[in-house]
């Protein structure tokens, strides 16, 4: 049985990376995630970690870069500021395929953010987080340890798929202190060398690392030249198509993963994610108890979506019910999941609200009954 | 580049002793550049110097605009930086392979214009790695707009007047500012306009690879080359205008010298908290 430690959910995070091998910790002071920042300055040395501080985000972005491509595990914390901030950089980043953890704690609303719970920006890092033909992959905890056991994830997909990965945490979780326990794993089990990174031999033939589409890209793979075949009039497939395919290729390999409550009956499907799930969770198990025929769905792999898990977790139910702290994000990713199936109905508090218990158990019982109703 | 290339280029011809030869690598790949650019020297001078230094291991980072295509010339691994972040990648990579020599290549308009702070936060932090400004003050790839380090009057597409100070600001002579850094180890400013100025200038990245190599500190080369191109002239006026521009704002010259075996200290320090514990009294304002 692992040690338990009673742990801030930063705190945690930064602890997992560090024992996931991450050397380096690029991340500007900005609430709610500046601890991890400090717990990083404070212990990276224990686990032979660069304890260097970042100046700006801007050079975060750039640092991401040269230590990814020059072999090490790094990563990045932030909050939407902090994202918008390295947006170009992680263009970049995934165009070139180089692996890395980003940590991004969102506070409500844009701007500046108010310091309280939001989800608005689940549009920025799944679907647009800057200009180009590429996803983050996002991985959405709900609980301190799920930050941890999703940290060492996170650096393993990462590393083996050669893609940035985002662990997209919010306020509630980044003022969270709870009990957790580290697991005692291979961080780097069944990955190979990185034998496409810089380490700067002169005595073989250079590398080169560059973003598929000015061509030389640093990758073992090539998905075929699709516009050879004869009597295709198709355009000729060029390293920049052939890199966005490639890319694409590796996101529908990713493993997606869910958390399904109650699913199995469920006449009421709620899908919440985040901080959020556990409260809505919370009145899921009440509203069970009382004999309601509800369950509840949870995403954890927010990009990619696992939309055949919501279809599946939705078999027996008559309506979907998503709950966000937002005017409805997740909202399209349900409706392209059930894609006309199922009547969805959406309740959401923006700009820096998070609804509170009774809030949510009025509006699942008015789901609920309406179904009564129409059935 | 292969001994048999290099064989075959050095072919003596009926005794007669060559004064000049092509660096191989634009033997083999035609120069990148335009007919007239400074970056062509500036590069030949670069991979001579890497092929004289032999260091074990070096990576370079190139930032993107004109100088990025001296990438397929170089003889190293190398990385492809976003505009303005050659530095920083640079510092990153140095930080991961602290062995290496670690030289970032970049524009006047991506250090001056797009990664100003980052070039001052390398310096300040003494970070050994090698970094080449190619400095013709356009904005080269993009069509020829002036950046920070045009002087005044320079006509370009987006200064069709000539660059006007009073809407457009004053050079910023970065390697005058950084020589001043008590981090910076080699600070010195190169021109290629003239084979005499070219050699110089090869003389500069000598010593700025040499200190660099040697974890001596932060070290920056400003290379003041032409743009026939951007300035809308022809390469003989272009020498003619860099004439102008070194005799004006960028007189060439090692602004900050370094000697083998130097190196930059970084203070020792007393924690802000036993700075207090050691003060007997608080002290009291005079007047």
């Not at chain 1, 390295?86 to 310091?115: H, K, N």
């Not at chain 1, 969770?281 to 990619?304: M, S």
């Not at chain 2, 191989?24 to 335009?34: G, H, K, L, S």
């Not at chain 2, 600001?169 to 970065?174: E, L, S, V």
């Amino acid at each position: 049985m692992p040690e338990k430690l009673f742990m801030r959910a930063t705190h945690a995070l930064t602890e997992a990376a560090l024992r996931s091998g991450c050397k380096f910790y690029l991340g500007y002071p900005i609430t709610p995630i500046t601890e991890a920042g400090e717990y990083w300055s404070e212990h990276a040395e224990e686990h032979g970690a660069s304890p260097f501080m970042v100046e700006s985000e801007l050079e975060a972005g750039a640092m991401l870069l040269g230590t990814s491509a020059s072999g090490a595990r790094t990563m990045f914390g932030g909050n939407g500021a902090s994202m918008s901030l390295i947006a170009e950089s992680l263009s970049t980043m995934a165009g070139m395929e180089l692996p890395m953890v980003l940590a991004d704690f969102p506070r409500g609303d844009g701007g500046a953010g108010s310091l309280t719970m939001g989800q608005g920006d689940y549009f920025q890092v799944t679907k647009a987080i800057a200009q180009g033909d590429f996803h983050l992959v996002t991985l959405s905890p709900h609980t301190v340890q799920e930050c941890v056991d999703l940290t060492f994830d996170a650096f393993w997909l990462a590393d083996k798929f050669r893609v940035p990965v985002v662990i997209m945490g919010d306020w509630i979780l980044g003022m969270s202190m709870e009990a957790v326990a580290f697991p005692d794993r291979d961080p780097f089990e069944g990955l190979e060398p990185k034998t496409w990174a810089l380490d700067g031999d002169m005595s073989r033939p250079k590398r080169h690392v560059t973003g598929g589409s000015t061509g030389g890209m640093v990758t073992s793979v090539n998905v075929g030249d699709v516009g050879k075949e004869t009597g295709d009039k198709r355009a000729p497939v060029g390293p920049g198509e052939r890199s966005v395919r490639w890319r694409y290729d590796k996101y529908s390999r990713i493993p997606r993963r869910w958390d399904a409550l109650f699913c199995d009956d469920a006449e009421v499907v709620v899908a919440s994610w985040g901080s959020l799930a556990r409260i809505v969770k919370t009145v899921v198990y009440k509203l069970r108890r009382e004999g309601l025929k509800v369950g509840h769905f949870r995403p954890i792999t927010l990009y990619p979506y696992p939309y055949e898990a919501l279809g599946e977790a939705t078999k027996k139910a008559r309506e979907v019910l998503v709950l966000e702290c937002n005017t409805g994000m997740m909202l399209e990713d349900v409706k392209l999941g059930l894609n006309g199936r199922l009547p969805v109905e959406f309740y959401g508090r923006p700009g820096g609200v998070c609804p509170t218990m009774a809030e949510i158990e009025y509006e699942i019982r008015q789901a609920y009954q309406k179904k009564k109703v129409a059935a | 580049m292969s001994n048999e290339a290099l064989a075959e280029i050095k072919h003596d011809v009926a005794g007669r002793k060559a004064v000049f030869e092509r660096t191989v690598p634009f033997v083999q790949r035609a120069t990148p550049w335009c007919m007239g650019c400074g970056y062509g020297a500036l590069a030949r001078a670069v991979i001579e110097e890497i092929e004289a230094l032999k260091p074990k291991k070096m990576i370079a980072t190139i930032d993107t605009a004109c100088l990025e295509f001296i990438e397929a010339h170089l003889p190293c691994d190398n990385v492809h930086a976003g505009h303005g972040r050659a530095v920083s990648v640079a510092r990153a990579v140095k930080k991961v392979h602290p062995d290496a020599l670690v030289v970032a290549f970049q524009g006047d308009g991506g250090m001056l214009n797009e990664g100003l702070n980052e070039v001052m936060h390398a310096a300040a932090a003494g970070e050994s790695i090698c970094v080449i400004m190619g400095n013709n003050g356009v904005l080269g790839d993009t069509g020829g707009q002036f950046t920070v380090a045009a002087e005044p009057g320079l006509v370009t597409s987006s200064s069709p007047l000539g660059k006007n100070p009073k809407h457009q600001g004053m050079p910023i002579k970065i390697a005058d500012i950084l020589a001043t850094f008590p981090t910076a180890a080699y600070v010195a400013r190169g021109s290629t306009h003239d084979p005499a100025y070219a050699y110089r200038l090869q003389k500069m990245i000598r010593k700025a690879f040499q200190a660099a190599n040697e974890n001596a500190g932060f070290v920056l080369v400003d290379a003041v080359t032409t743009c026939p191109t951007g300035w809308g002239m022809t390469s003989v006026e272009a020498v003619r205008y860099a004439e102008h521009r070194i005799e004006g704002y960028y007189p060439v010259g090692v602004l900050k010298d370094w000697e083998h075996g130097e190196k930059v200290e970084m203070p020792s320090f007393i924690s802000s908290t036993q700075r207090v514990e050691g003060m007997k009294t608080v002290p009291q304002p005079t007047h």
